[in-house]
């Protein structure tokens, strides 16, 4: 029994996910989580901020090892994001996005993002760049990490995105955009660089 307290909350799912086989092809990379059923044990008290800082119970998590072990097992189900191990799911709050894009590279044709957990990402097809204006009418750009989980893209990170923004002809006008991996993606509404 009190090995099985002692095998709940950050320390049990720490524990789960280093014992759990780290892809599919049995090599590094990340768990499958998307293959992983397991029961639904309620929340845990685990706040990933606006600005990319993870709290557990009020306080910062500041092991970022820790951190970044966690990040490889989130996932986005209809009714939230997860922490996923093989033999638990405990639902997390975001008040965002759960990952911050803190930089970007023009790599070839392509643009890469890297994240404060350590992902990298070519955006593209599969990676979509989108933005959102905000209520306060800044925009709120996101590109997409993996499995419907996204990085909200800095501050900085954007105003680079905008100086290697192009403008194209849309339907809705003329809109500034950035092009990776074969794909296009509109940096803001269409004109808005003409005001």
């Known amino acids: 029994m009190a090995d099985e307290a002692a095998k709940t909350g950050l320390d049990g799912v720490a524990a789960a996910v280093k014992q759990a086989p780290l892809s599919e092809k049995g090599g590094r990379g990340l768990p499958p989580v998307h293959l992983w059923n397991p029961a639904h044990c309620g929340e845990i008290d685990i706040v990933i901020r606006k600005d990319g800082v993870w709290f557990h119970e009020g306080t910062p998590i500041g092991r970022e090892a820790l951190v970044r072990l966690f990040s490889t097992v989130l996932r986005k189900d209809p009714d939230g994001i997860h922490l996923v191990t093989p033999v638990e799911k405990m639902k997390i709050t975001v008040e965002d996005a759960p990952f911050i894009a803190t930089r970007v590279d023009r790599v070839g044709g392509a643009l890469k993002f890297l994240t404060n957990v350590g992902d990298e990402v070519e955006a593209g097809p599969e990676n979509y760049i989108r933005v959102e204006m905000g209520k306060d009418g800044e925009p709120r750009p996101y590109v997409h990490v993996r499995r419907g989980l996204e990085a909200l893209i800095a501050r900085p990170v954007f105003y680079e995105l905008v100086e290697l923004a192009e403008e ?25 660089h003409h005001v």
């Open 168 to 192: 194209r002809e849309t339907p809705d006008g003329p809109t500034l955009g950035v092009a990776s991996n074969g794909a296009w993606y509109p940096v803001g509404p269409a004109n808005a």
